[in-house]
């Protein structure tokens, strides 16, 4: 039996899990130093749970939970906000990835309603609901656009779908620069399969074929520095990029992953928990009023 389980049987009706316990549940991914850990929460005036292996926490009001699986658990937005205070931003922007994405349970502005002024942590809660995007797959997805937009690139498009010069679907890649033509991919371990490695074959020599740079990154990669100190130069007004330097900047930071900016190590994002959300759209959010 789970240590989960186990103090689910003896929480009393003013408890619920909370923080980093209560996004494990709704399946988010958390850094490995954070697993294992149970968060419990009461709500009121009633005595803190205080059992080996379990940390308390006090909530005056206002709480929003919610039954997952028979169990009580505090609703994704709260949850997200709870993390704040435990995990850095880049893995805060992991975990709001996942909960706004395809199949997730909430919203980029429904996470950032919980973002209330005097509140402890919001400065890290704001940094990090500035940075969360609609379109990751997986944490290392999350890892690898934040550590190419930290090291200067233009942020890429997520999930970019792929077509012809005839409008026939191509592919639909992790993340990428359209109007260069270039695909960065994030290669998980399921990419080793003969199926999986076959499919990627084909897909990026029909992306090649129509002028597309496929780049791959994987976890090896993770662990290296970035390899290149370049930066994309941004385009001046009424000026388009010039693709080749770019390309050959992207190429060599897509081989080292530049992780300078955001200081990600691959520990950070890997867990057991699963995060493959299916496909979904991208799109840029604007900041709320009051929440920048």
């Known amino acids: 039996m789970s240590l989960v389980t186990a103090v689910a049987l003896v929480m009393r009706h003013d408890q619920y899990f909370s923080h980093t316990t209560a996004v494990e549940r709704w399946g988010a991914p958390l850094p490995r130093a954070h697993e ?6 009461t709500v009121g005036a009633g005595p803190l749970m205080r059992r080996p292996g379990v940390v308390g926490h006090r909530r005056r009001a206002g709480a929003v939970v919610v039954a997952l699986d028979d169990v009580r658990v505090s609703g994704p937005e709260r949850a997200w906000r ?7 931003v880049q893995q805060l922007v992991a975990v709001g990835d996942f909960l706004v994405g395809h199949r997730g349970p909430t919203t980029v502005d429904a996470l950032a309603a919980t973002i209330l002024p005097g509140e402890r942590f919001v400065a890290v809660a704001r940094a990090a609901i500035e940075l969360i995007r609609v379109g990751a797959e997986s944490a290392m997805e999350t890892w690898l656009r934040l550590a190419v937009v930290g090291a200067g690139f233009p942020e890429p498009e997520l999930q970019v779908e792929v077509f012809d010069g005839a409008g026939r679907f191509l592919a639909r890649v992790d993340m990428g620069w359209p109007n260069l033509r270039i695909a960065l991919e994030y290669d998980g371990d399921h990419h080793r399969e003969r199926a999986t ?16 740079l496929v780049l791959h990154a994987n976890r090896a990669d993770a662990g290296r520095r ?39 190590p691959p520990s950070a994002f890997l867990s057991g928990n699963s995060c493959d ?3 979904a759209g991208h799109r840029r959010r604007q900041a709320p009023a009051g929440a920048a």
């Open 277 to 279: 959300l299916g496909g």
């Open 197 to 212: 490695y076959e499919h990627d074959q084909r897909r990026d020599n029909s992306m090649v074929v129509n002028g597309w």
């Open 82 to 88: 709870d993390c704040a205070g435990l995990l850095t």
């Open 226 to 264: 970035c390899c290149s100190s370049g930066s994309v130069r941004r385009s001046s007004r009424g000026r388009r990029w010039t693709p080749a330097r770019e390309v050959v900047e992207i190429a060599q930071h897509a081989a080292g992953v530049p992780a300078r900016s955001h200081e990600l």
């Open 36 to 41: 294992g850990a149970v968060h419990v929460t």
